[in-house]
């Protein structure tokens, strides 16, 4: 089984770190390795920092994100009231990759597993996480303003970062089933 799934088991808690040991359904770190090839630099930093936790990488695709932002709000033309708009982009990128890196599991008592009393939850809707607050939100990126000044001007800079997201996970995993195939 091939793919993300996959991709999500090979962290320091789910194997051995030892290249060639036998990870999750036999695929190994030679084998992710070898499913990535070919993958631009940010889906491959994407990979790399979301689902094996690699520092180096989450400071690469921060970079990335960060410029990424920046050129949005620039193209926008936003103007930040109380910061720089090189905070902001700072910040919305901070935001954005803690998010994706790090989610908050379902809070709602009746959840399992994305369920609640047989039907889908209706917290989670079936994700099994949830996305932070946007007060959490602005204490990670360090943003002082209002819940309501970020919703209206800045969350729509977040949503972009996480349509990038969305392309990269296709990316991975067209590139782990050309390289891999399902019967790794």
């Not at 620039?74 to 103007?79: S, V």
């Not at 935001?95 to 009746?110: D, H, P, S, V």
């Not at 047989?118 to 204490?139: I, N, Q």
């Not at 209206?152 to 050309?178: C, H, K, N």
């Amino acid at each position: 089984m091939a793919g993300l799934q996959q991709l999500t088991k090979l962290t320091t808690k789910g194997m051995r770190l030892e290249p060639g040991s036998g990870g999750a359904g036999g695929l190994t770190w030679d084998d992710i390795a070898a499913g990535l090839r070919g993958l631009e630099d940010p889906a491959y930093w994407y990979a790399r920092a979301v689902f094996c936790q690699d520092n180096v990488f989450t400071m690469r695709l921060l970079d990335y994100l960060t410029m990424s932002a920046y050129r949005i709000i620039k193209q926008k033309g936003i103007k930040a009231k109380s910061h720089s708009n090189e905070h902001m982009a700072q910040g919305i990128a901070t935001i954005a990759l803690f998010g994706e890196c790090w989610r908050r599991k379902c809070t709602y008592a009746y959840c399992h597993e994305g369920k609640a009393k047989g039907k889908t939850c209706p917290v989670c809707e079936g994700r099994m996480t949830v996305e932070m607050g946007t007060g959490a939100k602005l204490s990670i990126g360090k943003l002082e303003m209002t819940t309501q000044a970020y919703g209206q001007t800045w969350y729509p800079v977040e949503r972009e970062l996480q349509g990038m997201f969305s392309r990269w996970r296709a990316e991975i995993l067209a590139a782990m089933d050309a390289n891999i195939g399902e019967a790794a």
